[in-house]
Each structure stands twice: as structure tokens, then as C-alpha cells.
């Protein structure tokens, strides 16, 4: 059985900074495939950065040149470093892992950035 659990998440002020991280449990190839997600309030879910077999890394251009995507061994919590926080990038963010069959996701963190 996989698991993800993000923590990490927090109030903060517009500028500052909060890394969040996921936590997989369980049988999973590795590296596999894996994402940041978030959602707003009264918005759906988009992504935020995704991490290929390659450990290649993509943004989204609203997280392009302040948010990092990182993570070491399948043993080890991934990262996303959040830095210059907005008060739009308030919502709760998700991690995912891309298996075999299926895609896992966690229960979420809420980011609250204040202005």
C-alpha cells in the first residue's frame, strides 16, 4: 500500500518562505514519476511542478524561478521550496507519485500566505 503525507505547510507573509514535503510509504518504483499539485478555494486542482523519470523538473509559470522541485533517494521526503510566497499562491498543496497502475496522492497541506 502507497502512501503520501505532505507536511509542512503554514501561514506566512507575503515574501517569505516554507518548504513543503511528501513523505511516500510503500512499494514503488523508483524514480517514478512524481508532482506538486494545489488548489485554491472555488478552484481546481493545477499543477504546480512535476519531476520525471530523469529527474528532470517543469513548472508552472505562475511557480517558475521561485519554487524548487526537489528530491534525492526513494528513501528520503521530496521538496518543493517555496520562496517570494504570494498571497495567490494561498491554497492546498498536494503531492503525487505516478505508479505502475495508478497515481497516488496525499491529503494535502494548507499554504495561507498573508498580504
Known amino acids: 500500500q502507497v502512501q503520501l503525507v505532505e507536511s509542512g505547510g503554514g501561514l506566512v507573509q507575503a515574501g517569505g518562505s516554507l518548504r513543503l514535503s511528501c513523505a511516500v510509504s510503500?512499494?514503488?518504483?523508483?524514480?517514478?514519476?512524481m508532482g506538486w499539485y494545489r488548489q485554491a478555494p472555488g478552484k481546481g486542482r493545477g499543477l504546480v511542478a512535476v519531476?520525471?523519470?530523469?529527474?528532470?523538473?517543469n513548472y508552472a509559470d505562475s511557480a517558475k524561478g521561485r519554487f524548487t522541485f526537489s528530491r534525492n533517494n526513494a528513501r528520503n521526503p521530496v521538496y518543493l521550496q517555496m520562496n517570494s510566497l504570494k498571497p495567490e499562491d494561498t491554497a492546498v498543496y498536494y503531492c503525487?507519485?505516478?505508479?505502475?497502475?495508478?497515481?497516488?496522492w496525499g491529503q494535502g497541506t494548507q499554504v495561507t500566505v498573508s498580504s
Open positions: 510503500g512499494t514503488i518504483f523508483w524514480p517514478n514519476p
Open positions: 519531476i520525471t523519470c530523469g529527474d528532470v523538473t
Open positions: 503525487n507519485s505516478q505508479g505502475t497502475l495508478r497515481t497516488y
